[in-house]
């Protein structure tokens, strides 16, 4: 290795370590792939040391200790490091996150004050290990406060000329409530009528403002968050530096996520060993008491129950075409008032519907193993996992054409897609897609095509690895 490039990857969450949702997934497998694709690059990746994550499971060393200035104080700054598969992690952990129990908390400014801490921390920790980035590659909103503070210390000769890229994962959290935490941090306000005046203050519009190149998680989503149905009110800004946000579809591990292999289901079975899946249905109708019968398809929902994923959609769906036979199983928790809908379409619909409101990672791999169809009518996607996980089990999605959904999966090859996140629209779906399940070959056909895609971080970990080479190459 010679002259590696250097990048420094932040996030606030990643597999195995801790995983609230995609976004851990995401920065769980991919700086891993990139390191596997190119070994002239050097990544590295920090994230908090949250109370929640378990340390008995790796290997965690004190790595380093120093302090950061918050408000004329200074503030106490602890690292730990390990090595996962070749990857260098490093956890920050300090005041603000020993005081939190959770990696995301409902206080805007306890979440400000830690995410604020964790991105100056971390800039402040490539200076102690007197490591250069060539690239500081930032994920959503948290770690936002670094890309502007990079931006404003360009005086500085370590990060004089340090290119900044920003990953959007969900544009809709902005970490709104960091006014005090950045300010306190030596983060004053911008003053640039480019960006809206509410957003002045903001992370997440700061860290658009600041970043060279900007990345939304699916083509799609990187059109859409340009329009003001998706935009947050950031649209016309991003619209004016469009030349810099491009779109890159997510991965999935292909080894984490492997029919053939996975333990928790009835029968590991392949492409070309359908006809084996019927005992994973079969379990999974047994395990959550509803009729064993393989003519009678299949419902599934796997999701955190928010506006978001719109299961308000699907459950009003499923009530218009209570006329034809089907079964569902919905699986997750979140919104108590979607969860009290969830309740009562199970009790409305007791021989059809079991609701299953909690997290459970074991049931969710034998729903992808054996449910016929998964409902994934969201709102807004940037890039949506389910699908491609779900489509790698041989269960077909039913779900709306938007973000990363419209660029996974192909309109009646490898799903069904439905254009307004309307019931009715998503009834016609689901009734299409019954009709077609009627016919086994047709349907293993569907079953097929989207087993046989590649949804594997190959292609993805590619695109960044040729933006992270341009990006370095870049005038400053
Ligand atoms: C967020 C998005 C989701 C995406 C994930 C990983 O959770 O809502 O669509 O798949 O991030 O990028």
Not at 167 to 175: A, R
Not at 277 to 298: F, Y
Request: aromatic content about 10%; overall charge negative; charged content about 20%.
């Amino acid at each position: 290795m010679h002259n590696p490039l250097k990048i420094l990857f932040l996030a606030a969450e990643a597999d195995p370590f801790i995983k609230v949702g995609g976004l851990g997934d995401v920065v769980g497998s991919l700086p891993n792939a990139l390191l596997a694709l190119n070994d002239n690059l050097d990544v590295r990746l920090v994230i908090p040391f949250h109370t929640s994550i378990r340390t008995d499971s790796f290997d965690l060393h004190r790595e380093i200790f120093f302090t950061i200035p918050r408000a004329g104080v200074s503030v106490p700054v602890q690292v730990f490091h390990t090595e996962q598969r070749g990857l260098s992690v490093y956890f920050i952990s300090g005041a603000p996150f020993t005081q939190s129990s959770n990696v995301y908390d409902t206080d805007a400014g306890l979440d400000g004050e830690k995410y604020v801490f964790f991105s100056m921390a971390a800039l402040e920790l490539a200076r102690q290990l007197n490591w250069r980035p060539d690239i500081v590659h930032a994920n959503d909103w948290h770690g936002c406060a670094a890309l502007y503070g990079i931006r404003r210390m360009q005086s500085d000769p370590f990060w004089h000329g340090v290119k900044t890229l920003l990953s959007v994962h969900n544009l809709g959290y902005m970490g709104a409530g960091s006014e005090a935490a950045l300010t306190a941090y030596g983060l004053p306000p911008l003053n640039d009528p480019d960006l809206p005046w509410w957003g002045q203050q903001v992370p997440m519009p700061l860290g658009l403002w600041s970043a060279d190149e900007i990345v939304a998680v699916s083509p799609t989503y990187a059109e859409e968050i340009q329009t003001s149905d998706y935009g947050c009110g950031l649209e016309s800004f991003l619209r004016s530096k469009h030349e810099r946000v491009s779109g890159i579809v997510n991965g999935i591990d292909v080894v984490l996520w492997d029919p053939r292999s996975d333990s928790v289901l009835a029968r590991n079975f392949s492409v070309d060993q359908l006809a084996m899946r019927a005992e994973n249905k079969k379990l999974l109708q047994t395990q959550v008491g509803l009729e064993v019968s393989q003519s009678i398809p299949l419902l599934a929902m796997v999701t955190r129950l928010d506006q978001q994923k719109g299961a308000d959609i699907a459950f009003s769906a499923l009530r218009q075409i209570a006329d034809i036979e089907w079964q569902a199983v919905l699986l997750g928790s979140g919104n108590p008032d979607l969860e009290d809908a969830a309740r009562r379409l199970e009790s409305d619909f007791p021989n059809r519907v079991r609701a299953v409101l909690r997290f459970d990672g074991k049931l969710a791999r034998q729903i992808y193993g054996g449910a016929d169809m998964l409902m994934m009518p969201s709102r807004y996607e940037p890039c949506g996992l389910a699908q491609m996980i779900a489509m790698r089990y041989g269960t077909v999605p039913v779900a709306r054409v938007t973000g990363g959904l419209s660029d996974t999966i192909d309109q009646e090859v490898t799903g069904f897609l439905f254009k307004d996140a309307s019931p009715t629209a998503m009834a016609e779906a689901l009734r299409l897609a019954m009709l077609k399940f009627k016919s086994k070959d047709v349907w293993q056909g569907f079953q097929k095509a989207g087993m046989s895609k590649d949804f594997s971080w190959n292609l993805s970990a590619h695109q960044y690895d040729d933006l992270y080479l341009s990006l370095s190459s870049r005038k400053p």
